[in-house]
């Protein structure tokens, strides 16, 4: 059974920092994006980053470039989201995601995990 696993999240002040953690287990995504998607309420599912778990390129959504870091330590099956800077629009409940291709769309990716709460407080 796949199973994607997220925690990391919490209350942080304007400008503060959290990493998320999402443990993957169930199966090998060796080809596969992995991907981090939020969601705010009342608000679409939006793509965050994603990283091709065998090659490593890396891609971001423009609000969060240059603040928010992906990677993945294959030997913990684990795919990271370091964030930095972090803005009160950014709260949301964070969702890590595998799929075959890298994508921004949510409909792209197969595999869901059940989300980490992320507050941020001005």
């Known amino acids: 059974q796949v199973q994607l696993v997220e925690s990391g999240g919490g209350l942080v002040q304007a400008g503060g920092s959290l990493r998320l953690s999402c443990v993957v287990s169930?199966?090998?995504?060796?080809?596969?994006?992995m991907g981090w998607f939020r969601q705010a309420p009342g608000k679409e599912r939006e793509f965050v980053a994603a990283?091709?778990?065998?090659?490593?390129?890396?891609y971001y959504a423009d609000y969060v470039k240059g603040r928010f870091t992906i990677s993945r330590d294959a030997a913990k099956n684990t795919v990271y989201l370091q964030m930095t800077d972090l803005k009160p629009d950014d709260t949301a409940v964070y969702y890590c995601?595998?799929?075959?291709?890298?994508?921004?769309?949510?409909?792209?990716?197969?595999?869901w995990g059940q989300g980490t709460q992320v507050t941020v407080s001005s």
């Open positions: 990283i091709i778990w065998s090659g490593g390129r890396t």
């Open positions: 169930g199966r090998t995504f060796s080809n596969y994006a």
């Open positions: 995601a595998a799929g075959p291709v890298l994508r921004t769309t949510p409909g792209a990716y197969a595999y």
